[in-house]
C-alpha cells in the first residue's frame, strides 16, 4: 500500500518531497503527487512525509 496526497488540502509547500526517503513525492500541477510504486509507507514506521506535512489529512493511505 502506498501514501496519497490530496491534492485539494496540497499547500505546495514542498516538505513531503524532501523528507520521502525513496523520491517519490514530485510536483504535478499545483500539487505534490506521490509515485504509489515508489512509496514503501517508510517500511512499517510513521511515513516521513504525514510527519512533516503540516496540514492534518492532506497524506492519507492510498
Known sequence: MA???NASQCS???ACEFECPNAAISMKGDA???????CT???GDEPKCTAVCPV???IVKA
Not at 505534490?32 to 515508489?38: D, F, L, Q, R
Open 41 to 43: 509507507e517508510c517500511d
Open 32 to 38: 505534490y503527487a506521490i509515485k504509489a510504486s515508489a
Open 12 to 14: 505546495a509547500c514542498g
Open 3 to 5: 501514501m496519497k496526497i
Open 56 to 58: 492534518d489529512g492532506c
